[in-house]
C-alpha cells in the first residue's frame, strides 16, 4: 500500500468515528483512476440500504467515461433518489480522505440538490 493512500486510509479512520458518533446514516464514496462508487451505510455501519457506481447501466447510459464530474454528478442524484426511496433523509458526508474538490464535490452537490441533507 502507498504512503499516499495510507495517509488517505488515515483521515478517513478519524472521520468514520466522528460519524459514528453522530449516530446518522453515511454516505461514503470511494474514488479510483476508472469509477466513481457511493454507497448509504446504516448508522451502526452494519448495512448497505443504498448504492449507485459509474458501472451500472441506467447510471452509464450516455456518458463518455465514468471517471469525469459528469459521470459524479449523475451518481450524486441516483444515490439521493435511492435513498429517499429508502426513506433516508439526512446523512452524515464520508468523502473517505479525499479532498473535497472535482469529482468528490460533484457528487456531494448532486446528492444535495437531488434532496438529501448533511
Do not use: C, W
Amino acid at each position: 500500500m502507498s504512503i499516499k493512500n495510507q495517509a488517505r486510509l488515515r483521515r478517513a479512520k478519524s472521520t468514520r468515528a466522528h460519524i459514528r458518533e453522530l449516530g446518522v446514516p453515511r454516505l461514503s464514496v470511494l474514488r479510483t483512476g476508472q469509477h466513481l462508487y457511493a454507497q448509504i451505510f446504516s448508522a451502526d455501519g452494519s448495512t448497505v440500504l443504498a448504492s449507485a457506481n459509474t458501472l451500472q447501466a441506467d447510471v452509464k447510459e450516455g456518458l463518455k467515461n465514468g471517471k469525469n464530474s459528469d459521470a459524479a454528478t449523475r451518481v450524486g442524484k441516483i444515490i439521493a433518489e435511492r435513498a429517499k426511496a429508502a426513506g433516508i433523509e439526512k446523512v452524515a458526508f464520508d468523502r473517505s480522505g479525499y479532498r473535497y474538490h472535482g469529482r468528490v464535490k460533484a457528487l456531494a452537490d448532486a446528492a444535495r440538490e437531488g434532496g438529501l441533507q448533511f
